[in-house]
């Protein structure tokens, strides 16, 4: 967070029973609606504004219980499968984040009886930051991974000019909070900016960086309110990553990424796909580390080794996040701006309550 930003205290409780609120007048039920809040608050505790309730009940607007892309109080149906240390589920169009964390939780299941679980699941609707789920299962000691589809082709492909990719995440964990004090996860999109933090920048009246969007015309743009598509970060490495989102979703049953969340065509599957992997630190164990020591003494060593040599003001993924989950729990809520405070208004205006107002809370200078 910057110096010179100012930032507002929301008690987790008034969040949370407005973002529930807003869901349940949308038709989700309780679970699900507790869902969806519990999301949000973890991702604005830790930093992520780019995927906070204000993204995701957008989201919902745009794709999702209003357009049919998401389908309140669906049940998940579990696919019979000869693999006993993998599921795939059928998601039904139910609330993403109210499947991913059932995900994660059965993945850690598998994870503790065979070493290593996975879920896959179909017809899904965007769990929105990947990074939560997986920092969840590295606070509780697993390596976890996840990637997703995306609601829709943004991101124009190397060499190209159509976008014909999602944003398409990927997200690693890693429990190391014993040797560090927080998990390290790897979280990125594919894109150079998530579409998230170009709504952000819009709100913020901030420039993109250059080459991380183009115009109605396909020319490269720093204006977020004239971009109306992204570029692959790392040229052809970030759209390499990006394809395997395609690839494993393909395989999964996804349909085409062009038409996701276009209702407007027969006959097509327009959902997004997730792949969760946890495994068990015990299960890639080879049990031999130098000099006798164990397994977690010797990541404690090798993180050293890697922060040392003059490296030592090097950050390391997660660390980030983890200084502003410190900053919320200082504070004693969650930190919004004066410009995300305005915007909750409208989902206080939808649920017919009164619209926060920024003297309602207590100022946060960081």
Known sequence: ?????????????????????????????????????????????????THNALKALHLDHLFGSAAGGC?????????????????????NLKLGQAV???????????????????????????YL???????????????????????????????????TLGTNPHSWGFPTTDAIGFPIVVDWATSVVAMGRVQQFAREGQALPPNAAVDAEGNPTTDPNEAVALLPFGAHKGY????????????????????????????????????????????????????????????????GDILGHGNENCLLPGEIESRAFAASEKAGGLLFTEAEIVAFGEI?????????QATDFSLHES
């Not at 967070?1 to 205290?9: A, L």
């Not at 389908?71 to 998601?91: C, G, H, L, M, Y």
């Not at 990074?131 to 060499?159: H, I, Q, S």
Request: proline share 4%.
């Open 240 to 303: 390499g990553l990006s394809l395997i989102n395609e690839i494993v979703g393909a395989f999964i049953g996804g349909s085409l990424p062009t038409i996701r969340s276009k209702w407007d065509v027969e006959g097509e599957k327009h959902s997004p796909n997730f792949f969760f992997q946890v495994i068990h630190p015990e299960a890639i164990s080879s049990g031999h580390f130098a000099g006798g020591i164990s397994q977690s003494e010797n990541l404690r060593e090798v993180l």
């Open 348 to 356: 206080a205006r939808e649920c017919e309550q009164d619209p926060w």
């Open 100 to 126: 991913a964390f059932d995900a994660v939780d059965r993945a850690i299941e598998l994870a503790d009886e065979y070493g290593v679980g996975i879920v896959s699941v179909d017809k899904a609707f965007h």
């Open 71 to 91: 389908v309140p109080d669906a049940e998940v149906e579990k696919i019979p499968s000869r693999f006993q240390a993998t599921e795939v589920w059928n998601a």
């Open 1 to 49: 967070m910057s110096k010179k930003e100012q930032f507002y205290v929301v008690p987790e409780d008034t969040h949370n029973a407005l973002v529930a609120m807003a869901y349940k007048r949308r038709g989700f039920n309780s679970e699900e609606a507790d869902a969806g809040a519990r999301f949000a608050a973890l991702a604005t505790k830790h930093g992520i504004r």
């Open 129 to 163: 930051w990947g990074g939560g789920y997986v920092m969840d299962a590295a606070r509780r000691g697993y390596l976890a991974y996840t990637n997703c589809t995306a609601a829709l082709a943004e991101v124009v492909p190397f060499m190209g000019k159509t976008p």
